[in-house]
């Protein structure tokens, strides 16, 4: 999978520049909003000021704004930089984030009355669960069939929007019937603040979460294989210890379970009931937030913080300067293209093409380029 | 029932041709060697600059302003996959959400918030004289507007040049092995900006057809993941013209379901028909992965 040599190469080349690059990113995101502001016919001053303020401004803002959006984006992100170490290009964490904050929903709405040591646990691992259920076709699909999980994950995605639109219309809608959404949640599977904010013990969760991975990838077999099969799957497969199959396969359930638990943390800690337009896209800014991340679990964590600041900064300028919060899209997808010129560059800069030197010395090819 | 019959095969070729005119071209895009990902954003763009067109200019503006964009977004893949040699998945998926955020801004720029419908000059269908008044196809295959017109052409066209021409054979064989086809003399980068630039020109002429065709009007992410079942209905059609307007076919049919299940009052969730086109495009994949045989070089750099 080429993402896996992509992910190699932003990691190797940044290894010990880890805050040089946060100084640059930042920088480049400053200039993105600045120009894209007077492109639009806005004082970038004041949209930056807005940015700010409603970012890390204040503690209001660092606490209640940007770790409450960067919550589900260090889940997410996780999601996405797991599989896509693992060469699994799972771009459906919306599809699978949306299934988990349904599945939590229906659990809270079941459960009524009962303890809340009891509930809260039980709905965090129905998100989880219905996360990597809905990750199970997809990788079921690649598995069984090949399908390429870039298109199928997306198909999925769509999938998960019309079914929570069906739900939030039928079996979980309000008992009124008239809006689209479900009761609210009661106390009972709501998620704890911290200390008079509005931040929820998710955001603890979600860097305990970042933690865990990190561990695992670091330091155990499973996560070697993991490694293996995304650093080179010919060679995992020819060497006979990894089953590649499998192991991919279950990187798309951790992977789904991720993105699960984020749409659960979301609902219990944020909305307090489902409805469609839950999530502004966390599934599909996961991919700058985890390629940002350079797919290591902890950069993934601090890049959600990044990305959190970014949103909610975001939806301070459109409150403020009248600034369509989509901006924080072309920012995220701007970065991305950034990253991706930046190592591309450096890496044609220090391989030469293979086949130019071939054609140099006039021999054939490698053959060994192709797998 | 005939009547039930006629306006479902009118939807189906309605819905269709977006989907074959972006398939078409993301079909030479991969007999080329390159999955662009980024379509989805290429669709959307050429719908939004079909309205902004069509609003200043009429319609032929509309179609110009979107194969424009779908241009511009194309050689924006381009620069990175063929000239930089990035990650493919990755440009794509990028250029996708670049896409999406920059029609967001430039929609909410210019027409104020979302919630206003825009009206604009859109391309009516066209009744072609004697073929219009067959019985039963001749309402669905003859009155429909000039871009399933583009689509009927370019399918014939499109197989001759692909398996009858120097330059067709110069796409397959970058596809199939770029350093052989190196070899040969001819240049793989060239050869993929050409097959982008083409693709980019109907997936931008696809969104305009989604919108001034058949929509009438811009919402934001109109695009709806026609882009992503483009991908699918080129697999689906075993990348060849024929197979892929005829799989486009199929998932038009699918999304104009939901017009007869509505006029026949079956009690179905409306949800169910929307959902079905990505359901069945899973089981499409499903079902053909297996058989298919795809440009050796499809997705390497």
Request: hydrophobic share 60%; glycine share 14%; net charge positive.
């Given at each position: 999978m080429p993402s896996g040599s992509f992910a190699r190469g932003a990691a190797r080349k940044?290894?010990?520049?880890?805050?040089?690059?946060?100084?640059?990113?930042?920088?480049?995101?400053?200039?993105?909003?600045?120009?894209?502001?007077?492109?639009?016919?806005?004082?970038?001053?004041?949209?930056?000021?807005?940015?700010?303020?409603?970012?890390?401004?204040?503690?209001?803002?660092?606490?209640?704004?940007?770790?409450?959006?960067?919550?589900?984006?260090?889940?997410?992100?996780?999601?996405?930089?797991?599989?896509?170490?693992?060469?699994?290009?799972?771009?459906?964490?919306?599809?699978?984030?949306?299934?988990?904050?349904?599945?939590?929903?229906?659990?809270?709405?079941e459960t009524r009355g009962m303890s809340g040591w009891l509930t809260?646990?039980?709905?965090?691992?129905?998100?989880?669960?219905?996360?990597?259920?809905?990750?199970?076709?997809?990788?079921?699909?690649?598995?069984?069939?090949?399908v390429l999980e870039v298109i199928s994950t997306i198909m999925m995605n769509f999938v998960a929007l019309y079914l929570v639109g069906y739900l939030v219309r039928g079996p979980l809608q309000e008992p009124l019937g008239i809006y689209p959404q479900s009761s609210p949640l009661p106390d009972t599977v709501r998620l704890p603040l911290l200390g008079g904010t509005r931040l929820h013990i998710g955001f603890v969760l979600a860097l305990a979460c970042a933690l865990g991975a990190w561990w695992v990838l670091r330091a155990t077999a499973a996560g070697f294989r993991v490694r293996v099969i995304g650093a080179n799957p010919d060679a995992a497969r020819s060497a006979g210890m990894i089953d590649v199959g499998r192991t991919m396969f279950r990187t798309f359930l951790l992977s789904g379970a991720l993105a699960g638990l984020a749409g659960a943390v979301e609902v219990m800690g944020v909305t307090y009931s489902l409805y469609e337009n839950l999530s502004p896209g966390y599934g599909y800014t996961a991919i700058a937030v985890a390629l940002v991340g350079a797919l290591h679990p902890l950069l993934t964590a601090v890049s959600?913080?990044?990305?959190?600041?970014?949103?909610?900064?975001?939806?301070?300028?459109?409150?403020?300067?009248?600034?369509?919060?989509?901006?924080?899209?072309?920012?995220?997808?701007?970065?991305?293209?950034?990253?991706?010129?930046?190592?591309?560059?450096?890496?044609?800069?220090?391989?030469?093409?293979?086949?130019?030197?071939?054609?140099?010395?006039?021999?054939?090819?490698?053959?060994?380029?192709?797998? | 029932m005939i009547d039930a019959l006629v306006v479902f095969l009118?939807?189906?070729?309605?819905?269709?041709?977006?989907?074959?005119?972006?398939?078409?071209?993301?079909?030479?895009?991969?007999?080329?060697?390159?999955?662009?990902?980024?379509?989805?954003?290429?669709?959307?763009?050429?719908?939004?600059?079909?309205?902004?067109?069509?609003?200043?200019?009429?319609?032929?503006?509309?179609?110009?302003?979107?194969?424009?964009?779908?241009?511009?977004?194309?050689?924006a893949f381009a620069v990175f996959v063929v000239t930089l040699r990035a990650d493919q998945i990755v440009s794509g998926t990028a250029?996708?959400?670049?896409?999406?955020?920059?029609?967001?801004?430039?929609?909410?720029?210019?027409?104020?918030?979302?919630?206003?419908?825009?009206?604009?000059?859109?391309?009516?269908?066209?009744?072609?004289?004697?073929?219009?008044?067959?019985?039963?196809?001749?309402?669905?295959?003859?009155?429909?507007?000039?871009?399933?017109?583009?689509?009927?052409?370019?399918?014939?066209?499109?197989?001759?040049?692909?398996?009858?021409?120097?330059?067709g054979l110069a796409l397959r064989a970058v596809g199939e092995n770029a350093d052989a086809a190196t070899a040969a003399g001819i240049s793989p980068s060239r050869v993929r900006w050409a097959a982008l630039l083409f693709g980019g020109?109907?997936?931008?002429?696809?969104?305009?057809?989604?919108?001034?065709?058949?929509?009438?009007?811009?919402?934001?992410?109109?695009?709806?993941?026609?882009?992503?079942?483009?991908?699918?209905?080129?697999?689906?059609?075993?990348?060849?013209?024929?197979?892929?307007?005829?799989?486009?076919?199929?998932?038009?049919?699918?999304?104009?379901?939901q017009f007869v299940a509505q006029s026949l009052g079956w009690a179905v969730p409306y949800h169910a028909f929307l959902a079905l086109p990505y359901v069945l495009t899973l089981l499409a994949l499903a079902g053909a992965t297996g058989r298919m045989v795809p440009p050796a070089g499809l997705g390497r750099r």
């Open positions: 940044w290894g010990g520049r880890v805050l040089l690059v946060g100084v640059l990113l930042v920088g480049a995101a400053v200039v993105i909003v600045s120009a894209l502001s007077v492109f639009a016919g806005h004082d970038p001053a004041r949209v930056l000021g807005a940015l700010w303020s409603g970012s890390l401004g204040s503690p209001y803002a660092i606490f209640s704004a940007t770790l409450v959006r960067a919550t589900p984006l260090i889940l997410t992100g996780l999601a996405v930089a797991l599989a896509f170490t693992a060469g699994v290009m799972n771009v459906g964490a919306e599809g699978q984030l949306l299934a988990g904050a349904a599945a939590a929903t229906a659990l809270g709405l809260i646990p039980l709905a965090l691992i129905a998100g989880a669960v219905a996360g990597a259920v809905w990750a199970s076709v997809p990788g079921w699909l690649r598995r069984r069939f090949g959600g913080v990044f990305f959190g600041a970014l949103e909610a900064g975001a939806a301070a300028i459109q409150r403020d300067a009248g600034v369509p919060s989509v901006l924080a899209t072309v920012v995220e997808a701007a970065l991305i293209l950034l990253l991706l010129a930046t190592v591309a560059i450096r890496a044609r800069w220090r391989r030469p093409n293979p086949v130019a030197v071939a054609s140099l010395i006039s021999l054939p090819a490698p053959a060994g380029d192709r797998s | 009118e939807a189906t070729v309605r819905t269709a041709t977006p989907l074959a005119l972006a398939a078409l071209g993301e079909t030479v895009v991969e007999r080329s060697g390159v999955i662009n990902i980024g379509l989805e954003g290429t669709i959307l763009a050429g719908a939004l600059a079909s309205v902004v067109g069509a609003g200043m200019l009429g319609v032929g503006g509309g179609f110009a302003g979107a194969l424009l964009a779908g241009v511009i977004t194309a050689s250029i996708t959400l670049l896409s999406l955020g920059v029609t967001g801004l430039l929609y909410r720029g210019m027409f104020g918030s979302a919630g206003v419908a825009l009206t604009v000059p859109t391309a009516g269908p066209v009744a072609i004289p004697v073929l219009s008044s067959i019985p039963l196809v001749g309402r669905p295959l003859f009155v429909q507007p000039v871009t399933t017109y583009a689509v009927y052409a370019l399918v014939p066209l499109l197989a001759l040049w692909m398996y009858r021409t120097h330059g020109a109907l997936g931008g002429l696809s969104g305009g057809s989604l919108a001034i065709a058949q929509v009438g009007t811009f919402a934001e992410g109109m695009s709806a993941g026609r882009g992503f079942i483009a991908i699918a209905i080129v697999a689906l059609g075993r990348w060849s013209p024929v197979g892929v307007a005829l799989a486009a076919i199929v998932f038009g049919a699918a999304s104009a379901l």
